[in-house]
């Protein structure tokens, strides 16, 4: 039997409903520059300094290159989830306008498998 008080809990079921990529790209967080470590249609997670309570509304601009030129994806998260390592806040934010659309996120999961889910 798992035991909460050693730290040790059963695991919590995903319900993430979009695919999510592994990568590294530079996000303006409140003109502020942080870093991703995945995204999806629906959220992405990223690294920063700033203290960002849970349930902000966030203005978030992710860069990204495409044909050798830099392109920005502009949208609005809430923060669902802070942790904190290495005296950094680890931030996950559900998008309130998602990067793509269901049909653009289905040509993108084709082009670039998923991450597998622990």
């Known amino acids: 039997m798992l035991d909460p008080s050693q730290g040790v809990t059963a695991p919590q079921a995903d319900h993430r409903s979009a695919a999510r990529f592994d990568t590294e790209l530079v996000v ?11 995204i999806s249609a629906t ?3 990223f ?10 509304l966030l203005q978030l601009n992710v860069q990204f290159t495409h044909g050798g030129r830099k392109h920005w ?43 597998r889910q622990r």
């Open 28 to 38: 303006d967080v409140e003109g502020l520059s942080a870093r991703t470590r995945n």
């Open 43 to 45: 959220g992405v997670f």
């Open 47 to 56: 690294e920063t300094d700033l203290d960002l309570p849970l349930g902000s």
């Open 73 to 115: 994806l502009a949208c609005e998260g809430e923060v669902v989830r802070v942790t904190q390592e290495d005296g950094h806040s680890g931030v996950g934010a559900r998008l309130l306008t998602p990067f793509f659309s269901p049909e653009e996120e289905r040509h993108v999961a084709v082009a670039a498998p998923p991450r």
